[in-house]
């Protein structure tokens, strides 16, 4: 396995602090980060983050993005795009982007529940992977679904059922340890002997769920919350020892939006913890 770091999780570094923390703590490779995304007074993991390219004007910064990375010494583990799958344009554009850096997979987003009904969204959703797929083709690259709470595919059911059927040579799924902590889950081993070969990637954050309020009667509402990898619900060595069994050897990104820790003794120690489980 090789392990990298979704840029959405260091919010507090430029590209070239990412890099050059990133590559002196030994981490494989980066996922960066690419959106258009509003400005904040402090940076932020969703807005204001330092660490994110811009949509807007993204082909004339990739001469930059391939500099930093491989001189650094680090790989591309993809893109972490935000392009929704109806946004052809915006998805076009990360394709001929991630065929320029030869960085090899990026991530097109699916329709939130709250968008509409779901068969109707699952049908017009298929349609763009269908067309995306196609264009993937044509730069030689691959789409990747992400398993997320809230949307079209929470499940690594859902995604197949989404996905089933088109190419895996140009469509994949991100399996997300923590997005199934809040919704999706199903054991880990049956999720990926079903995903077969459309299983292409891997992110691993943690997620863990506390009481916030008790009503009158007793009845307890939870709330669900970032946390460290060693202290999340899921159990990280167990998650990692079942991708080893089932033969996955691709790329592992994190993504930790816990804040117990100052961010680079929060990337380091996640390095360090992920190597110590394999």
Same mark, same amino acid.
């Given at each position: 396995?090789?392990?990298?770091?979704?840029?959405?999780?260091?919010?507090?570094?430029?590209?070239?602090?990412?890099?050059?923390?990133?590559?002196?703590?030994?981490?494989?490779?980066?996922?960066?980060?690419?959106?258009?995304?509003?400005?904040?007074?402090?940076?932020?993991?969703?807005?204001?983050?330092?660490?994110?390219?811009?949509?807007?004007?993204?082909?004339?910064?990739?001469?930059?993005?391939?500099?930093?990375?491989?001189?650094?010494?680090?790989?591309?583990?993809?893109?972490?795009?935000?392009?929704?799958?109806?946004?052809?344009?915006?998805?076009?554009?990360?394709?001929?982007?991630?065929?320029?850096?030869?960085?090899?997979?990026?991530?097109?987003? @699916?329709?939130?529940?709250?968008? /509409?009904?779901?068969?109707?969204?699952?049908?017009? !959703?298929?349609?763009? *992977? +269908?067309?995306? =797929?196609?264009?993937?083709?044509?730069?030689?690259?691959?789409?990747?679904?992400?398993?997320?709470?809230?949307?079209?595919?929470?499940?690594?059911?859902?995604?197949?059922?989404?996905?089933?059927?088109?190419?895996?040579?140009?469509?994949?799924?991100?399996?997300?340890?923590?997005?199934?902590?809040?919704?999706?889950?199903?054991?880990?081993?049956?999720?990926?002997?079903?995903?077969?070969?459309?299983?292409?990637?891997?992110?691993?954050?943690?997620?863990?769920?506390?009481?916030?309020?008790?009503?009158?009667?007793?009845?307890?509402?939870?709330?669900?919350?970032?946390?460290?990898?060693?202290?999340?619900?899921?159990?990280?060595?167990?998650?990692?020892?079942?991708? @080893?069994?089932?033969?996955?050897? /691709?790329?592992?990104?994190?993504?930790?939006?816990? !804040?117990?820790?100052? *961010? +680079?003794?929060? =990337?380091?120690?996640?390095?360090?913890?992920?190597?110590?489980?394999?």
């Amino acid at each position: 396995m090789r392990f990298s770091v979704f840029t959405a999780s260091t919010p507090d570094w430029t590209p070239e602090e990412a890099v050059r923390h990133l590559a002196g703590q030994g981490w494989d490779g980066v996922e960066w980060r690419v959106v258009d995304q509003d400005d904040a007074p402090e940076p932020g993991f969703w807005k204001g983050n330092r660490a994110t390219w811009p949509l807007t004007g993204l082909e004339a910064a990739l001469p930059e993005v391939a500099a930093l990375t491989r001189g650094a010494g680090l790989e591309y583990s993809g893109i972490g795009g935000y392009a929704r799958s109806f946004e052809h344009d915006d998805v076009a554009r990360l394709l001929a982007a991630t065929a320029t850096l030869g960085a090899g997979r990026v991530r097109v987003t @699916v329709p939130l529940l709250s968008t /509409g009904r779901y068969p109707d969204l699952f049908d017009a !959703t298929r349609k763009d *992977l +269908e067309w995306a =797929t196609g264009l993937a083709a044509r730069h030689g690259v691959t789409i990747l679904v992400e398993l997320h709470h809230e949307t079209i595919v929470s499940s690594a059911s859902a995604a197949m059922r989404l996905v089933d059927g088109l190419d895996p040579r140009h469509i994949g799924v991100i399996h997300d340890l923590g997005n199934l902590v809040i919704e999706g889950h199903e054991d880990h081993r049956a999720a990926f002997e079903l995903l077969g070969p459309y299983l292409q990637h891997v992110h691993v954050k943690n997620v863990a769920w506390l009481p916030a309020d008790t009503a009158p009667d007793g009845t307890v509402t939870w709330v669900h919350d970032w946390a460290p990898l060693r202290t999340g619900q899921a159990h990280v060595g167990r998650y990692l020892a079942a991708l @080893v069994a089932h033969g996955y050897d /691709g790329w592992v990104t994190v993504e930790d939006f816990s !804040t117990a820790l100052p *961010l +680079e003794q929060r =990337t380091a120690d996640n390095l360090e913890y992920l190597r110590s489980l394999l």
